[in-house]
């Protein structure tokens, strides 16, 4: 079931500009993570971030974390245009909940 | 959107022995994917199941540990063989549902201990 809220739904920018998606969600949490889907393929993995911590870098990604207002953000910086897909993000607490995703489009 | 029937939901496995979890969609589907989520880990991708031809492995990932079978496009399994503890986890099935590709369905997911 749903429980992140990634906002926005889609977001379409130019080549190296930066992205950034944000995710809330309602209950306590153990971890964060965010996931990319490419059109039509599996979910893969980018970064996952504990609830004791409040930032983490991947490469070209940065991700935040508040616990005190229930809301995550995923930074892209210098996007290429394979970055193309959607990006989730799921909470871990009790159970595993996704969000809805962001599509991002990243034109040449 | 589909629905996706998995089973077992759990098992207790002794190691060395192999179990095999199925898939049942109610719609036909392309590929199929089966994730292992490891106790407070992320979901990571095994493979991708795509009917009529062997699965695609992803790294860290070998066919002789977790063969997999599609023999239509509505049915899936998974075994983890020669089990050990370290293969304690939940392992999930999942489709992509959605227009463009994009958003997916999973499983209910099996909880998998190896004693």
């Known amino acids: 079931s749903q429980q992140g809220e990634e906002d926005p739904q889609a977001l379409s920018i130019q080549e190296g500009e930066n992205a950034t998606m944000n995710c809330s969600y309602k209950t306590s949490i153990n971890n964060l993570q965010w996931y990319r889907q490419n059109s039509g393929r599996g979910l893969v993995h980018l970064i996952l971030i504990r609830s004791n911590e409040r930032e983490k870098h991947s490469g070209r990604l940065r991700v935040t974390l508040d616990t005190s207002k229930k809301s995550s953000s995923l930074l892209i910086t210098a996007s290429r245009a394979a970055d193309t897909a959607s990006y989730f993000c799921?909470?871990?607490?009790?159970?595993?909940?996704f969000g809805a995703g962001t599509r991002l489009t990243v034109k040449p | 959107s589909a629905v996706i029937s998995q089973k077992p939901s759990r098992d207790i496995c002794q190691r060395g022995t192999s179990l095999t979890i199925q898939c049942q969609v109610d719609s036909q589907v392309t590929m199929m994917f089966w994730y292992r989520q490891q106790p407070g880990q992320s979901l990571t991708l095994i493979a991708t199941?795509?009917?009529?031809?062997?699965?695609?492995?992803e790294s860290g990932f070998v066919i002789d540990k977790f063969p997999i079978s599609r023999p239509n496009l509505t049915f899936s399994t998974l075994t983890v063989s020669n089990m050990s503890p370290e293969d304690s986890s939940i392992y999930l099935c999942?489709?992509?549902?959605?227009?463009?590709?994009?958003?997916?369905?999973f499983g209910s997911g099996t909880r998998l201990t190896v004693v």
């Open positions: 799921a909470t871990e607490g009790n159970d595993m909940r």
């Open positions: 999942s489709v992509v549902t959605g227009v463009g590709g994009y958003g997916y369905t």
């Open positions: 199941a795509n009917q009529g031809s062997e699965a695609t492995y």
